[in-house]
């Protein structure tokens, strides 16, 4: 069987959803090959890690949490009295389902309108742009487009120490399915994954222990923040351990104990769950046939250009696949390059300008260059040098009126032009905030571009308007630094 498309897109995540929605919208035959199958009725399930099992519902699990843990801790000095305060982990994990069925279900939707055929099993990229698709009961049918669009995203890294076993060390996928609130659970890993995972069970009452190999908290985000948002996780009870290595696993009527080494020494920890967030591989794995001409680096990243290009002519690779941050919302936005190059037009991902956001409470958000990197490069090759400006939460009044007056913005910007550079959250709705930072920074603006805009009061956004202030020593709300005579 061959069907000929103008687009064939495989896999239907963020990046490839959105890629096969605009290559329609565009006037293209787009097809789009998705193996995820439901459990309850075998049907096919787009929307991919994001929408199923990574960020939407682990965005739930954190917005209950943290609204459990705040009537439990943060009511009371408010003046709200809760008594007998328990938390239904059957009934939120009900909750998380049907958001992301309803989400995953609105993509079916969007691709009926749009005219986007779904092709439902497991793709395979062969030679001269055709694709294999396998269904479930090992039925193959084969594709043909002009152009391959390859969106296979990603999965969980495995490390030998701790294997995944039952429901007892589990992925972050198992992470978000717990049926019961555990009573003490480690995390292999303090990054964006773990810290979010571990946040979640720490609020419904687990003991939570993590585990770090690095010996520094979070080094891709300024240390500033990183210094301020680990002094607040420390704070929530979160047994944060940098410099460990995991070194073995065991399993004794289901209590897990696990090995692990710091520089004092081997240590033991009896957990009753185990969370493995080491990070994240490339999805490559019997995706392309030996004479595809799509080539793959050492880690199984797919090798393209600027403009998601690979070496093959007419196979495109966006998301989690290539090069970059392994963020849906920059999967999505290549998905849409790609999609208006194949169409004929010229757009360009800003790779430089993609926000970052781990949704933990305080939340952290960050786009652009850090301190660190400014400085690195300032004396290393006599790069930008820059000003900082800081404002702290605690000064802010619709912060201190929601009971979350936590955590600073941090601007950077150019010494001599006076251009934002850096733009940092840490603190309520930090993920809302940093789209401010994104924007400024799209359109080249300065700190004092910022400083002479009007911002609404009160608002946690008058944070940004004063630490854009402070970049030149004229913050309102705050104490300046003592200009030199």
């Known amino acids: ?73 943060g009511f009371a000095d408010q003046g709200i009295e809760v008594k007998d305060l328990k938390v239904n982990v059957g009934k939120m994990m009900e909750r998380k389902l049907n958001i992301v069925k309803q989400l995953t279900g609105g993509i079916a939707g969007l691709f009926k309108s749009n005219g986007v055929t779904a092709l439902h099993g497991h793709g395979r990229l062969l030679a001269n742009r055709q694709v294999e698709v396998t269904d479930s009961k090992g039925k193959k049918s084969t594709y043909s487009a002009d152009n391959i669009i390859i969106a296979t995203g990603s999965s969980p890294v495995e490390i030998p120490p701790a294997r995944l076993k039952d429901d007892l060390i589990v992925s972050s996928t198992g992470a978000l399915e717990f049926d019961e609130v555990p009573k003490r659970v480690g995390v292999v890993g303090a990054g964006i994954i773990g810290l979010e995972l571990g946040s979640v069970w720490s609020r419904l009452g687990s003991e939570v222990t993590m585990l770090e ?51 004092k020494g081997k240590h033991e920890l009896k957990v009753d769950k185990l969370i493995v967030a080491v990070g994240r591989r490339p999805h490559t794995e019997n995706l392309l046939a030996e004479d595809s001409g799509v080539k793959l680096d050492e880690r199984g990243f797919i090798f393209v250009d600027e403009q998601c290009k690979t070496e ?155 630490a854009a202030l402070a970049v030149n020593d004229a913050a309102i709300h705050i104490a300046n630094r003592r200009k030199k005579k």
């Open 312 to 466: 093959a002519p007419g196979v495109w690779a966006v998301g989690d696949v290539v090069r970059g941050p392994m963020l849906a919302h920059k999967a999505s936005e290549e998905g849409v390059m790609v999609a208006e190059r194949i169409a004929g037009h010229k757009p360009q991902v800003n790779y430089d300008l993609i926000p970052n956001v781990i949704y933990t409470h305080p939340e952290v958000a960050w786009v652009g260059k850090s301190e660190e990197e400014l400085k690195s490069a300032n004396e290393a090759y006599g790069g930008e040098a820059y000003k900082v400006g800081v404002f702290p939460f605690a000064a802010n009044g619709r912060a201190m009126a929601a009971n979350s007056a936590v955590g600073m913005v941090k601007i950077l910007a150019d010494e001599k032009t006076d251009r934002i550079l850096g733009f940092h959250v840490v603190g309520p709705q930090a993920s809302e905030m940093v789209a401010q930072g994104v924007i400024a920074m799209e359109f080249g603006a300065s700190a004092e571009d910022l400083a002479l805009t009007c911002f609404a009061h009160p608002t946690l956004s008058e944070s940004v308007h004063e």
């Open 213 to 263: 190999a690095l010996d520094s908290f979070l080094p891709g985000v300024d240390q500033q923040i990183a210094k301020e948002s680990l002094k607040h996780f420390k704070k929530q009870g979160l047994n944060i351990q940098l410099g460990t290595r995991v070194t073995g696993t065991s399993i004794d009527k289901k209590v897990i104990t696990v090995q692990y080494e710091d520089s």
């Open 1 to 73: 069987m061959s069907d000929k498309y103008d687009v064939i897109v495989i896999g239907a995540g963020p990046g490839g959803y959105v890629a096969a929605i605009k290559a329609a919208q565009l006037g293209l035959k787009t097809a789009c090959v998705e193996s995820w199958t439901s459990e309850e009725d075998g049907k096919q399930v787009l929307g991919g890690t994001c929408l199923n099992v990574g960020c939407i519902p682990s965005k739930a699990l954190l917005e209950i949490s943290h609204k459990y843990e705040e009537a439990g801790h």
